[in-house]
């Protein structure tokens, strides 16, 4: 039996959860519950706080983990990545008084700088050549160039909005993230199957999110010009009409390109144009 090491409570506990439903893996939402196994699949999820997920999938309490990446590089452990999972995205980012004027680096020269991620920090510094204090607080790191602790501080950044609250401004990012799988690379043969059918889960759930299925009238006549404007997987799919010199076209299209697509193919006389939400893509 797998056992995947989640966030107990925090921002990657909902959407860790909402992933394996997505890829049809029922887990009670048993966010007070140490553990919990899964009705239709071999896992069971061990709820943690993310600061130990990356050391219990190392030392191989859990087969895997679902975290943060910029907790996998802070922690260090010898554990590689699965997968990205497309959620949680953030980055780890150096962030000066906004007032300050920005040099690059060097800025940090002699300085103090707060953060709850001491290591990351400190690589990009000797990657720097830069000699600076580093503070280690654990928590509202934002207001320690306002309460007079540090000059400047470290830490992730989503939309920014704390930043500018606080009146900081970033000045360097340091590290991308997002949520990833983690695994320690040493798994039975039955776990790796079990694995193995999680990852191509995964692929298809990727694949879908952001496809929309669409289907429309067309007459005949414009149908060549609607394959070159809609190419499907591999083609799309053609469908006679009752109707004379008319027919159903269907295909699958980036949601980013929709609108633009659907203007195309009125413009060519489509109609009775239907968008469908794609639940599952497997190639
Ligand atoms: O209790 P536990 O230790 O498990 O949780 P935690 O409080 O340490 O972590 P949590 O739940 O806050 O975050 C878990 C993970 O979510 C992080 O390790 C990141 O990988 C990811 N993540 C994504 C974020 C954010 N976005 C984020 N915006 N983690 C924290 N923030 C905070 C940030 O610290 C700052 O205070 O949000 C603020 C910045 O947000 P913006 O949008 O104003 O820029
Ligand atoms: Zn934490």
């Known amino acids: 039996m797998l056992r995947i090491a989640i966030q107990a409570k925090g921002r990657l506990n909902e959407e860790s959860l909402t992933l394996f439903r997505e890829i049809g893996i029922d887990i009670d939402d048993a966010k007070r519950k140490y553990m919990s196994r899964a009705a239709n699949f071999p896992v069971e999820m061990l709820y943690?706080?993310?600061?130990?997920?990356?050391?219990?999938?190392?030392?191989?309490?859990?087969?895997?983990?679902?975290?943060?990446?910029?907790?996998?590089v802070e922690k260090g452990y010898d554990v590689k990545v699965e997968e990205k999972l497309g959620f949680g995205g953030c980055r780890l980012s150096l962030a000066i008084p906004k007032n300050e004027e920005y040099s690059g680096p060097a800025y940090f020269k002699g300085r103090?700088?707060?953060?709850?991620y001491p290591k990351i920090l400190r690589k990009f510094l000797d990657d720097n050549g830069v000699e600076a204090t580093i503070e280690v607080i654990t928590g509202s790191v934002e207001i320690a160039p306002a309460a007079g602790i540090a000059d400047a501080i470290f830490d992730i950044v989503s939309s920014g909005s704390t930043l500018v609250a606080n009146n900081l401004k970033e000045v360097e990012v340091v590290l991308e993230s997002e949520a990833v799988l983690i695994s320690a690379g040493k798994l039975s043969a039955e776990d790796e199957a079990a694995l193995a059918e999680i990852r191509f889960r995964l692929?298809?759930?990727?694949?879908?999110?952001?496809?929309?299925?669409?289907?429309?009238?067309?007459?005949?006549?414009?149908l060549e010009e609607a394959v070159r404007?809609?190419?499907?997987?591999?083609?799309?799919?053609?469908?006679?009409l009752a109707a004379k010199g008319w027919c159903?076209?269907?295909?699958?299209?980036?949601?980013?390109?929709?609108?633009?697509?659907?203007?195309?193919?009125?413009?060519?006389?489509?109609?009775?144009?239907?968008?469908?939400?794609?639940?599952?893509?497997?190639?």
């Open 112 to 116: 103090k700088i707060a953060t709850s």
């Open 48 to 72: 943690l706080r993310d600061d130990d997920i990356p050391g219990v999938v190392a030392n191989g309490s859990a087969n895997l983990g679902i975290v943060g990446y910029n907790e996998v």
């Open 229 to 240: 404007i809609l190419p499907a997987m591999r083609s799309p799919t053609v469908m006679p």
């Open 203 to 222: 692929e298809s759930a990727r694949i879908s999110r952001g496809k929309k299925y669409i289907l429309m009238n067309l007459p005949e006549s414009a």
């Open 248 to 283: 159903s076209l269907h295909s699958v299209v980036d949601n980013a390109d929709l609108w633009d697509k659907v203007r195309q193919l009125k413009a060519i006389g489509a109609e009775g144009i239907l968008v469908l939400n794609v639940d599952k893509i497997i190639l």
